[in-house]
């Protein structure tokens, strides 16, 4: 789950991850409508208080994304020193 009008803005900009749905206000849906069309990604309108409910956060903001997280890859290849929770490692180690 994504909050908040610039990380859900972001999300609909890219590709790795896979935008399911949106719950958004009225006034972000007036902004914002027209790219989740294009993108033919389903949305819910809802109020302030139907959003409280549903969000993780104290002061919900316009927007919440319903986010596919990808699956893990099944084997890491460490030939090339790449971790994904660590970055480059240096090739001495």
């Known amino acids: ?15 790795a991850y896979q935008v ?6 009225a006034e972000w849906l007036e902004q914002h409508q027209h790219q989740l069309d294009q ?25 919440l994304a319903v986010v596919l997280i990808p699956p893990a890859p099944s084997q890491v290849d460490w030939a090339d020193n790449w971790s994904p929770l660590f970055g480059w490692f240096a090739r001495s180690r």
């Open 20 to 25: 399911e749905t949106v719950y958004a206000t």
């Open 1 to 15: 789950m994504a909050e908040g009008d610039k990380i859900v803005r972001e999300l609909l900009q890219q590709s």
């Open 39 to 63: 993108l033919s990604i389903p949305f819910t309108l809802v109020n302030d208080q139907e959003l409280g409910l549903i969000s993780q956060l104290t002061t919900p903001n316009q927007v």
